[in-house]
């Protein structure tokens, strides 16, 4: 009787150990900023900018057959590292697209190129290099699916999709 009741002890004794959870008690998620919040910014594993899943990062836009940063893509590339180096147990993949016009390996290429300008630019602002990787979908994997000018320019950019926090 003595081992029955010593062995159901341990048994529960090891579910409520088992069940309990390592998540913070705020709510933030793991996604907190020096101040300990994320703005209420929704931030989840595999998230990305996009769909507006990857906390504080945006995504970053390029002209037309271009793998340059204009003014406007580095402004959203200093909140992103702002937001990165106060989050530091983020790390994240750059993903480079294109729109659908040039070929296939052509596009693999300059989505490469983005990718590559996005991370080497985070780096060049602080964020350590083993955080971000890149890889290129070319025009694979569009976010618009018109043909004009209004959609491509949707298609040409740098998603931000986080693989740790």
């Not at 990165?84 to 993903?95: M, Y």
Request: charge should be neutral; charged fraction near 25%; glycine fraction near 10%.
């Amino acid at each position: 009787m003595f081992t029955r009741a010593f062995f159901t002890t341990l048994m529960v004794a090891l579910l409520a150990i088992g069940c309990s959870s390592n998540k913070p008690k705020n709510g933030q998620d793991g996604a907190e900023g020096a101040n300990g919040s994320n703005n209420g910014m929704s931030l989840e594993l595999n998230g990305d900018s996009d769909s507006n899943k990857a906390g504080g990062l945006q995504t970053v836009f390029f002209a037309f057959d271009s793998s340059t940063l204009d003014s406007a893509a580095k402004g959203t590339m200093q909140s992103n590292a702002d937001f990165l180096k106060s989050n530091t147990k983020i790390e994240v993949q750059v993903e480079g697209h294109c729109d659908e016009r040039g070929g296939r390996q052509y596009n693999l290429a300059l989505g490469e190129r983005r990718a590559k300008a996005v991370r080497d630019h985070l780096i060049a602002l602080g964020v350590e290099a083993k955080r971000v990787t890149t890889i290129s979908y070319g025009n694979e994997r569009p976010v618009s699916e018109g043909h004009d000018e209004a959609a491509w320019s949707k298609n040409r950019r740098g998603n931000f999709v986080v693989t740790a926090k």
